[in-house]
């Protein structure tokens, strides 16, 4: 049995090293992650998978073939295309699982304008689970349904093993307003404090502008008294990620195109 918020890690569903059985696992792995996320690239895929994208060409063909998961045509990031869990799919995971799933994912309901943004996410987390950095992530689609539709939702939650707290990634993908920027710290700061449902936030972005100019516009609103901003506890629970790394992985998977 794998737990509801596990689900989508490859690493949880190997329970022998025959080659049938790690093939069940990556069939799993994805369709419980398209089935959390609504839907996901090829790149994403990657990074879950720590597979080359030959590879992994090769599997989505059967699964395509077996229509357990659909293929959507988009120009919204760099793959071309987008995949969602069809009936059979969705099948095979409450046979797994025990338990009746309801999936709305659907091409007629994807906003194509956070497309990319929410792709960047899905890898970073991926990334983070591959490698044993995180050993479970909350989607920002689950925050919502836990009726957080009011409150700060980030793009996404993870625990995080070696500091053993659950930390928030945020994505950088455009310029914001400094109103904006106003209350997003705020609510922020009530997420950590007063609803403990985060002990820190990563900011991460395919380009290092957008992360310079978070951290700009968070400097002029901590010199202003009457936003009543502490900036030292800040500093301390917000960190804005500044890896080529990660910029060059973001960028050059969901952007170059």
């Not at 996410?121 to 044993?132: D, N, R, T, W």
């Not at 901590?222 to 900036?231: A, G, I, K, M, V």
Request: glycine share 4%.
């Amino acid at each position: 049995m794998v737990a509801q918020f596990e689900r989508g890690i490859l690493q949880r569903y190997i329970t022998s090293a025959s080659t049938q059985q790690r093939h069940q696992s990556k069939l799993l792995s994805l369709l419980d992650w398209i089935y959390r996320f609504q839907f996901t690239s090829t790149s994403v895929i990657e990074e879950l998978w720590g597979l080359d994208r030959s590879t992994i060409n090769r599997m989505l063909r059967r699964y395509l073939r077996e229509e357990l998961i659909a293929e959507v045509p988009t120009f919204c990031c760099r793959d071309k295309r987008l995949f969602f869990l069809k009936t059979a799919g969705l099948k095979v995971l409450e046979q797994f699982h025990n338990e009746s799933l309801k999936y709305n994912g659907k091409p007629s309901t994807l906003n194509f304008k956070t497309c990319t943004h929410d792709l960047m996410v899905q890898a970073l987390v991926a990334k983070g689970c591959f490698e044993g950095k995180y050993k479970f992530y909350i989607t920002e689609r689950e925050q919502t349904k836990e009726g957080l539709q009011r409150k700060r939702r980030f793009d996404a939650i993870v625990f995080e093993v070696e500091s053993a707290e659950l930390v928030a990634i945020e994505v950088e993908a455009s310029a914001k307003t400094i109103p904006s920027r106003l209350g997003i710290l705020q609510s922020t700061y009530r997420a950590i404090t007063d609803e403990n449902r985060v002990s820190r936030v990563l900011y991460f972005s395919h380009k290092r502008r957008y992360l310079t100019d978070a951290a700009r516009i968070h400097q002029k609103l901590f010199d202003r008294p009457e936003n009543h901003l502490n900036e030292a506890w800040f500093k301390e629970h917000l960190k804005i990620v500044y890896s080529r790394e990660v910029m060059d992985l973001l960028y050059h998977k969901f952007w170059l195109h």
